[in-house]
Antibody, heavy 121, light 112 residues
Framework: QVQLVQSGAEVKRPGASVRVSCKAS????????IHWLRQAPTQGFQWMGW????????HYGQNFQGRVTMARDTSISTVYMELSGLRSDDTAVYYC??????????????WGQGTLVTVSS | DIVMTQSPLSLSVTPGEPASISCRSSQSLLDTFGRNYLDWYLQKPGQSPQLLIYWGSYRASGVPDRFSASGSGTDFTLKISRVEAEDVGVYFCMQSLQILYTFGQGTKLEIK
């Protein structure tokens, strides 16, 4: 079954870091980029960045540069997103999503189930 | 950044009736090969988003043909020919032309 399965909900203190994992199955892991996005309560989506699982290359959104790190482990078909210096406005559901190649649409055709990260003192 | 603006932000539709959602971008989403990098997604209650439309008007695999989309450049429309109960949720557009992908605010569809 083609799917992305994310790690469970997290509660963190302000200033802490959180790492969310996203395990791919049912397709060739290194063939598709992965995006990380987040959806804050009652707000729209915000794109955070991408990782190329084939070589680990990353690109981060300007709003997250310096605070986000994306990585992958090809041996277990898993990508990771770590966000540091957490603030209350980082409270959101974080999603990983597979990206179709640019010439096939460049769309997010497969999404993880989402991971709720709550930042609270 | 490309700003995406959707309207309306909410919609209440009787089953069997049509529905239409508009998405406007602050810059053209047309690439040099004539493709519009505009997607439509549906996020059903309690679920992750699902891809409905890519390249502005191409239905994704498994999407019912009651969903159609059109537009080019900066103005796009998603249409549902006959709304069904399972179509409830939030519809949003997303541009994927520029690396900082940006999203519309979302349109909440409910059934009357």
């Amino acid at each position: 079954q083609v799917q992305l399965v994310q790690s469970g909900a997290e509660v963190k203190r302000p200033g802490a870091s959180v790492r969310v994992s996203c395990k791919a199955s049912g397709y060739t892991f290194i063939d598709y980029y992965i995006h990380w996005l987040r959806q804050a309560p009652t707000q729209g989506f915000q794109w955070m960045g991408w990782i190329n699982p084939a070589n680990g290359e990353t690109h981060y959104g300007q709003n997250f540069q310096g605070r986000v790190t994306m990585a992958r482990d090809t041996s277990i078909s898993t990508v990771y997103m770590e966000l540091s210096g957490l603030r209350s406005d980082d409270t959101a559901v974080y999603y990983c999503a597979r990206v179709l190649p640019y010439n096939d649409g460049n769309s997010n055709d497969l999404w993880g189930q989402g991971t709720l990260v709550t930042v609270s003192s | 950044d490309i700003v995406m603006t959707q309207s309306p932000l909410s919609l209440s539709v009787t089953p069997g009736e049509p529905a239409s959602i508009s998405c406007r971008s602050s810059q053209s989403l047309l690439d040099t090969f004539g493709r519009n990098y505009l997607d439509w997604y549906l996020q059903k209650p309690g679920q992750s988003p699902q891809l409905l439309i890519y390249w502005g008007s191409y239905r994704a695999s498994g999407v019912p043909d009651r969903f159609s989309a059109s537009g080019s450049g900066t103005d796009f429309t998603l249409k549902i020919s006959r709304v069904e109960a399972e179509d409830v949720g939030v519809y949003f557009c997303m541009q994927s032309l520029q690396i900082l992908y940006t999203f519309g605010q979302g349109t909440k569809l409910e059934i009357k």
